[in-house]
C-alpha cells in the first residue's frame, strides 16, 4: 500500500511538473492571453495543448506502473481519477475561454491515455 501511495503522489506530480514546464516554454502566450480573460480559440494551439496533455498522461502513467508494479493497474487508474478530479476543477475555471470540444477531450483522454502509459513499460498485465 505504501509502494502505492507513492507511485500515486509521484505520477501525479511528474504530470503536474511536465505541464506546467511545458506551459510555460511553449505556451507562454496563451497563458498570458487566459490569465487577461481573452478567450483562446486557436485549433492549432489548442491540439498542441492537448498534445502537452497527452504527454503528461503517458508519463504519469509509466511512472506509476513502474513504482508500483505489483499494484500498477490500481496505482494508474487512481492516478488517472485524480488527474481527472483535478482537470474538472482547471476546466471549469477557464470553460468560458475555450470551446467545449476542447475540454470534453481534454477530460476524456487522462484516464486512457494514463493507462496506455502504464501499458507501454508493463506489458499487458499493467493496464488491464
Known sequence: MKRMV???I???AVWTVIWLVG???LFADVAAQ???GTPVTAVGVLLGILLLSIICSLAAGVVAARLDRANA???VLITGVLLVLTGV???ASVWALMPAWYHLSFLTLIVPV???GARLVGGSSAAE
Open 6 to 8: 507513492v507511485a500515486i
Open 10 to 12: 509521484a505520477a501525479y
Open 23 to 25: 506551459n510555460a516554454t
Open 34 to 36: 487566459s490569465a487577461d
Open 73 to 75: 493497474f490500481r496505482a
Open 89 to 91: 476543477g482547471v476546466q
Open 114 to 116: 494514463t493507462l496506455l
